[in-house]
């Protein structure tokens, strides 16, 4: 997923976002092993959390209001939108993409299936 005009204090507060993708990884009911952050100099964060059914990553470009996130699950008692909201949300995301890509299928990156672009609040008059 990209988020895109986010609150960009939070993008370089390495705390926050270890804080944020954790509660990502409980929203999608997915099992936490380990996580770590890296707060890079002179700006930007990245974050991963492991999990039992792989790993939630998050890089921010704080300087663009940007954010990059995968989600990578397996298992059919995840749920990756939970997580997404939850990206979406904490980051103060004005605009976002998302895209499903199914892996281990043998499937050609073509099909994948975008899920949210460009996303729209409910508040929002749809175009």
């Given amino acids: 997923m990209e988020l895109y005009d986010c609150d960009r204090q939070i ?5 926050r976002i270890d804080a944020i993708v954790l509660e990502a990884a409980q929203a999608a009911r ?6 770590v952050g890296h707060q890079f100099v002179p700006y930007g964060v ?18 663009y209001g940007y954010c990059a996130a995968d989600i990578f699950t397996c298992g059919d008692h995840t749920d990756n939108g939970a997580a997404f909201e939850v ?6 995301a004005r605009d976002c993409a998302a ?6 299928l043998r499937q050609h990156p073509r099909e994948a299936v975008p899920i949210a672009r ?10």
């Fill in 87 to 92: 990206l979406r949300r904490a980051f103060g």
């Fill in 30 to 35: 997915a099992t936490v092993v380990t996580k």
């Fill in 118 to 127: 460009p996303y729209q609040s409910p508040s929002s008059p749809a175009t």
């Fill in 46 to 63: 990245s974050a991963i959390v492991a999990i039992g059914e792989s790993h939630l990553a998050v890089h921010t470009w704080p300087e």
């Fill in 99 to 104: 895209m499903e890509v199914r892996r281990g």
């Fill in 11 to 15: 993008l370089d507060d390495v705390e």
